[in-house]
């Protein structure tokens, strides 16, 4: 399987590593990016072709991923139809719709893709939602492409992609945030920045490896945690006055509401 990516920026730079330690040979990943240091960047780091020219990525490809920003996609589009052969096309541009891409290039062979940025480091997760035409065998290949970052997961509807997006795609950010007042706590109890940082993050490291080994609900996780009349019970009590799970529910909506929004946006029919 010969993969072309449409874009080098981070996530396909992942992606590229990722398949590399997964034994893909160098010879079947080609990258196409307008961004001369970027290129040489990208042929040093990993040995792979970069070129300028769509036309030279493409050709002989199995697979075009478009990993271009969002707002570039339509262009880019419009430049790759001709240029198509029956590939698959694998879309991890965040909001656009599969029907829109699949119109822009001519072609139903399209897998959309929502990875997150702990790809960066292959502890993703990725949101996957093909087209009917997209056969068995495509989905497989789409599959070890995304693989190669984290795990995947397929929708039978792509209207939940605006759903993935505001969970595992924006999520990382929520976690950021929390660790963020986490550090501002521990500095205000009187630790200094990187004593902080390290309570912080290793209680947020430990508590996740013991919920993803754990057979048990995190709620009741927690309430193992939480002794009456302690310490713990006493900050869930403050967070439980102050509605912060319902906050976090509502800020979570909010982002799949902004997420369809784009869609809309960037896949207008004009």
Not at 48 to 60: P, S, W
Not at 164 to 169: F, L, Q, R
Not at 247 to 259: D, Y
Request: aromatic content about 4%; proline content about 2%; overall charge negative.
């Amino acid at each position: 399987m010969d993969i072309c990516f449409i874009g080098g920026g981070n996530m396909a730079t992942a992606l590229i590593g990722g398949l590399l330690k997964r034994d893909f040979a160098v010879e079947q990943l080609r990258v196409v990016e307008i961004n001369a240091d970027h290129r040489l960047k990208l042929q040093n780091d990993f040995g792979v072709q970069a070129t300028a020219e769509l036309a030279d990525g493409v050709a002989c490809s199995d697979v075009v991923v478009l990993a271009v920003k969002p707002q570039q996609l339509r262009e880019v589009c419009a430049q790759l139809a001709p240029l198509l052969k029956g590939q698959l096309i694998v879309s991890i541009a965040a909001g656009i719709r599969a029907s829109d891409i699949a119109r822009w290039l001519g072609t139903e062979n399209i897998v959309r893709a929502m990875p997150n940025t702990p790809a960066l480091i292959q502890s993703g997760i990725t949101g996957l939602f093909a087209l009917p035409a997209v056969d068995a065998v495509q989905r497989e290949m789409a599959q070890s492409i995304l693989d190669a970052v984290g795990n995947t997961l397929w929708l039978d509807d792509e209207a939940m992609m605006d759903a993935v997006t505001a969970i595992s795609g924006s999520g990382p950010a929520y976690v950021f945030y929390f660790i963020e007042a986490m550090e501002r706590a521990a500095m205000e109890l009187g630790f200094a920045a990187h004593d902080a940082r390290a309570l912080s993050l290793e209680t947020f490291l430990g508590a996740v490896k013991l919920a993803s080994a754990s057979k048990d609900e995190v709620s009741v996780l927690r309430a193992r945690v939480t002794s009456k009349n302690g310490t713990t019970e006493r900050a869930l009590l403050s967070m439980e006055a102050n509605q912060v799970k319902q906050h976090i529910v509502e800020a979570v909506e909010a982002a799949a509401i902004r997420s369809k929004e784009m869609g809309d946006e960037l896949g207008s029919a004009n």
